[in-house]
Structures are given as C-alpha cells and as structure tokens.
C-alpha cells in the first residue's frame, strides 16, 4: 500500500492545487482552459515527439506483452464506444467515454510505479505500454472524434476533412515525426533534445492542475454513468489482461505481471484533454479520472499482493 500512496499522493496534491487555487480565485475561470491548450499544444507534443524519436523499436516488439495489455485496452474502450454511441447517436461524445474506459494513466502512474515494483527491468514494458496508450488508443479516439464530427457531410467531403483535421492536430503530428525520425537514424542534437525534455516535463504538472482547476468550477454537465466507466477501467480491463497473460499466452513473469499493473492503472488524464480540446462536456470524464484514481488505492494494492512474493 505504502508503494502505491507514494506514487498516488503526489499526482492528487497536483491536482488539490489547482483545485484551491481556482477557489480562492489565484487563478481565473480560464485557467483550465488555458493551461489543457498547452498541453495540447506544446508540452504533450513534446512529449509524444521525444518518446517515438528515441524508442527502441525492437525492444518494443513484443507480441505477447503487445497482445495481453492492448488486448484488454482496445476491448473496454470498442465495448464503452459502441454501447455509449447507441445509446446517444453522438460518435464524438461515444470516444471520448471509451477513452475513460480505456486510456490507462501508464506515463504519470505507470512508468514510476513499475519501476518500484518490477526494478529497472520494469522501464521497458512501462515505456510501451505508454507508447500504445498515448499514440495508439489516443489517436483511434481522436480519428473517431473528427469522423463524427464530419459526419453530416458526404463520404469525399468527411474523408478530406477528417485527413485534413488530423495532419492539423499536434497529437497524431507529433508520434509521426518521432517515428519518421527514429527510423531515419538521426541523432538528436544536445539542445533540441533539452528543449524537448523541458517542454515534455511541464506536461504532467500542467494536466493534473488543469484538471483540478476544473473540478473546482461549477459542472453543469451531466455526469450520470461514471460508475460504470469506473468499474471497465479497474475491473473489467485487468481481468481481460489477466486472462490473455497468464492463461492464454502464459507470459513470463515479468511481462505478465508487468501487462496486469499497467491494465489496472485509473485513467489518465487523455480524455479529459481531448473533451476540453474538442469543447465538449468534460463533467462525466474528470469524475472518471477522480474515482478511478481513489478506486485504483485498492485494486493496485490488491494486484501487488498477487505479484509480489
């Protein structure tokens, strides 16, 4: 419990921040808004960029961990996705809840914690399952965002718009350009690459106030069906992992053990990004990245106590 709390605390004393400072008015009602448009903008690009430029990308071919930890990703947000479009026609508002469902917090939560719990060794599987949650599942979300929100036009008209929306948008750029540059072999110059670590490094800090900057101002959205993103996110995504690690593909132990943690991590503060970005209501997800995060006390301490000897 003490190695979970140490690495919980410090990302809900972020966010108790901002959420004193919006109420004692030390910053304005803009402040979230203002604060989500440079992560979005600046900090997570960076972020996103140096991740995919420096990967190792045959260290991070594995298919086992790949399979048992996306397996369980994908799952709960197509799951969340379809129902939640059914059930309000909205593609648009249907992604953004899948994300909640979905989007593990494995970069704020998941790299240190591994590190503490699986040593060094846990960096790696961390890095990747980041990797998948802030490129892969990110940019599904954001290419469903953009073709709801094209919809109503035709099938030519909503493709360029959605490629075109998409080649604009700094969160799909970014990886891409990382990508290109990895596989070009280029090194990274001393300064551009301190550039990019600062930048990247305000981007934690800056979502989690962002976030509690936001939960300090009135919801007027409507946050009925929190519960259930809830329960997706730290009950039905571990045990479709657990399943697919240890049952069907019967990984080692590191890697299995590795692919449940980082499943059962709250969710990240992704889709409240892309909701602010997108400006659509942003009550049900900041209450889901809220109970998770408190629910996650107990499912990652009950984890730990079956991974650990």
Not at 54 to 74: E, H, N, R, S, V
Not at 92 to 115: K, Q, T
Not at 126 to 154: D, H, N, R, T, Y
Request: glycine residues 10%.
């Amino acid at each position: 419990m003490s190695t979970v709390l140490n690495v919980l605390l410090p990302i809900f004393g972020l966010i108790l921040i901002g959420y004193i400072c919006r109420r004692t008015n030390r910053l304005g009602p803009t402040a979230a808004s203002e604060m989500n448009r440079f992560v979005v903008w600046l900090g997570l690009p960076a972020l996103l960029f140096s991740l995919t430029a420096k990967a190792d990308w045959a260290q991070i071919w594995q298919p086992g961990f790949l399979l048992a930890f996306t397996g369980g990703m994908f799952a709960v947000y197509l799951i969340t996705l379809l129902y939640r479009w059914k059930t309000t026609g909205s593609l648009v508002d249907a992604s953004i809840d899948g994300l909640s469902a979905g989007y593990a917090n494995s970069g704020y939560i998941g790299i240190p914690l591994c590190v503490l719990v699986l040593g060094d060794d846990g960096m790696a599987p961390a890095l990747i399952a980041s990797l998948m949650v802030v490129c892969v599942l990110f940019g599904l979300a954001v290419v469903c965002i953009e073709v709801g929100l094209q919809s109503k036009k035709g099938v030519s008209g909503a493709i360029l718009q959605v490629v075109t929306a998409l080649l604009k948008n700094p969160l799909v750029v970014a990886p891409l350009l990382g990508a290109a540059w990895s596989q070009g072999g280029l090194q990274m110059p001393a300064a551009m690459d301190e550039f990019l670590r600062l930048l990247g490094a305000a981007t934690v800090p800056c979502a989690l106030v962002s976030l509690g900057l936001f939960l300090a101002q009135r919801q007027s959205g409507p946050s009925q069906g929190v519960w259930p993103l809830v329960a997706l996110k730290l009950v039905l995504q571990p045990l479709i992992t657990w399943f697919i690690a240890f049952v069907l593909l019967d990984l080692p132990p590191l890697w299995a053990h590795a692919a449940l943690l980082l499943s059962a991590l709250p969710t990240g503060t992704g889709p409240f990004m892309l909701a602010e970005y997108y400006q659509r209501q942003a009550a049900l997800v900041s209450r889901a990245i809220l109970f998770s995060t408190l629910g996650s006390l107990f499912t990652l301490s009950l984890i730990l106590l079956l991974i650990t000897p």
